[in-house]
């Protein structure tokens, strides 16, 4: 098992450096500027401020200058939020983003879990056909939809929910995660019932059942373990999803996390900041793709082996 990991592992490091080297030459391939606004600076002024942030040097120096910075940790200045360097303007924002695609994910699991458990046990019933039915439309509807309809039935017509805003306030929270978490839900229900339908109807199953357990116990006992593992191959992709979905729904509730500084920056040609956080989020990605493999791995000892 730590072979393993440690394979994985060493596999993150040209996974980042292609991912930097490409965001690196998009951005500055992209038309437009960080210098550009609707007035422009004067030519003096701008040979100034490209002296400063070294955007005068050619373009392969710039690139060495910035891989040699990351392995220092230094991400750079903010060309348009100089108050903060980078790494500073993360740090403020990721704890943010990270809350919001917790509570997207425990969404995504109660309801996800609960649907598709309770699908499987009355297939080809009500219990079965009505979850499935919402799962698919839960799929079909995206989030940038589904978030103003959200706050269009709770907030303004019922008046249950505020519109807007992160706050302290618990209720603040609930419209966000419900918005990052519906779609998600509806992949897990659909693939808790699949996998729960097949291992049901396996012969330790029935020999459990014979053996005169209760059903809660060979649901959960027996039956989990092997059903939900769908579900957790699926939680890589669904975190680096609620991740990167977060952008759009920081966007419409106005919450201040790290996909909202994103969209921002990529607006403002801050070459600096979408650099950094492109970096971050391809990190978080890798990491919950590394531990969705290391549950999957722990539970089938085959893939370890493999």
């Known amino acids: 098992m730590t072979r393993y990991i440690l394979r994985r592992i060493l596999e993150f490091v040209p996974v980042l450096l292609a991912i930097v080297t490409i965001t690196f030459f998009l951005v500055r391939i992209a038309p437009g500027g960080p210098f550009d606004a609707e007035r422009r600076p004067s030519p003096q002024v701008l040979r100034q401020l490209e002296a400063h942030y070294h ?12 891989v040699a910075g990351l392995f220092r940790g230094d991400l750079g200045p903010s ?7 980078v790494r500073e303007w993360i740090l403020l ?8 695609g917790c509570y997207g994910l425990a969404v995504a699991l109660i309801i996800g879990l609960a649907a598709g458990v309770m699908a499987s046990l009355r297939p080809n019933s009500a219990l079965d056909h009505v979850p499935m039915a919402l799962a698919m439309v839960g799929i079909c509807i995206p989030s940038f939809v589904l978030g103003p309809l959200l706050v269009l039935v709770f907030s303004l017509w019922l008046g249950w929910l505020p519109v807007s805003g992160w706050n302290s306030a618990p209720l603040d929270k609930v419209l966000p995660a419900l918005t990052l978490g519906a779609m998600y839900a509806a992949y897990v229900a659909r693939l808790t019932r699949g996998g729960m339908l097949e291992v049901l109807s396996q012969d330790f199953i029935r020999t459990a059942r014979a053996k005169g357990l209760g059903e809660a116990r060979v649901v959960v006992k027996h039956g989990l373990r092997g059903g939900v593992q769908p579900v957790i191959a699926f939680l890589g992709p669904a975190a680096a999803g609620l991740l990167t979905g977060s952008f759009v729904v920081e966007t419409i509730f106005q919450v201040p996390g790290l996909g909202r500084e994103f969209i921002e920056a990529a607006f403002n040609r801050d070459y600096t900041m979408i650099m950094g956080t492109t970096l971050v989020f391809a990190s978080l990605v890798m990491v919950f793709n590394l531990v969705a493999d290391i549950a999957q791995a722990w539970l089938d000892p085959r893939i370890r082996n493999a």
Do not use: M
Request: proline share 11%; aromatic share 14%.
């Open 55 to 66: 955007l005068d040097a050619p373009l392969y120096r710039q690139y060495l200058d910035y």
């Open 79 to 85: 060309f348009k939020k100089p108050s903060r360097s």
């Open 93 to 100: 924002r990721l704890p943010v983003s990270a809350e919001l």
